[in-house]
């Protein structure tokens, strides 16, 4: 009898340790292939129908400008990386801010500083494992999660 219960026991114990085992994919790219450009409304909202993405930036508008609606009207650019992580800018910035996904959240990885005066039309690219702003002519820079990588004036 007790044999039989080990015989019983030791494969169920065996299907259930493989069920508890994670999964996970790798090698995911999250990168978009393009920018968006989103324009914030009176709200202090952004919007990007084609990447399902809704955020309140009223939050981002008092840590670039010291005024929580100093972003009313304006067009903000935000780009997905490859590894996951949201940048975002936009005229007048003087940061790119570099966000990571949480649940129902953007949350601050890093705030790079990219301009003492503020850019004055930027522009975001993927360019894997980079992302490269852009911003007139005569500036041309890649960035990581983490900081500055390369710049071209």
Known sequence: MIRLVKIC???AALL????????????????????????????????????SVTAWVAGLAQEEFQDSTALHGAKLRLLRSSEGYYFLTGPKFKHVYVFSPG???????????????????????????YVEL????????????DDIVEVKK
């Open 16 to 51: 259930l340790m493989a069920s508890c085992s994670s999964l996970k994919l790798d090698l995911v790219d999250f990168g978009w292939p393009v920018e968006s450009v989103v324009t914030v409304t009176s709200a202090n909202k952004i919007e990007d129908v084609r990447y």
């Open 9 to 11: 026991l030791v494969p």
């Open 134 to 145: 852009l911003d007139g002519d005569n500036f041309h820079t890649l960035l990581t999660s």
């Open 103 to 129: 649940p129902s959240s953007l949350l601050l990885n890093r705030a790079i500083p990219v301009s003492e005066v503020g850019l004055r039309n930027p522009a975001l690219n993927q360019r894997t494992p």
